[in-house]
Nanobody
């Protein structure tokens, strides 16, 4: 079993930066990892993903060029560097992990989820 714990959320002004972390415990995680976010009243949406094999990344159009996903495999930790934050980035951000994922932007393909961390961007 894999446990995922996010940290690093908080309140920031528009244009600012935050770095989210997601620590995986329980066993060394060797699959694909991703970040999703959910705003009140909306469905959880894809933000970014990274594959262990080759380190291939994928980003939602809304965050491309502003967010960077990375992973430290020896530390079993996933990161999301968020720059140029906008009020519309305000959401709960969730870390996710899975194996054998074909479409890394599809929520249902992920097996493991963290509890989420709140990111609030003020205008």
């Amino acid at each position: 079993q894999v446990q995922l714990v996010e940290s690093g959320g908080g309140l920031v002004q528009a244009g600012g930066s935050l770095r989210l972390s997601c620590a995986a415990s329980g066993r060394t995680f060797t699959g694909t990892m991703g970040w999703f976010r959910q705003q009140p009243g909306k469905e959880r949406e894809f933000v970014a993903s990274i594959r262990l094999s080759g380190g291939t990344t994928l980003y939602a159009n809304s965050v491309m060029g502003r967010f960077t996903i990375s992973r430290d495999n020896p530390k079993n930790t996933l990161y999301l560097q968020m720059n140029g934050l906008k009020p519309e980035d305000t959401a709960i951000y969730y870390c996710a992990g899975g194996r054998g994922i074909r479409d890394t932007s599809t929520r249902s393909e992920y097996d493991y989820w963290g509890q989420g961390t709140q990111v609030t961007v003020s205008s």
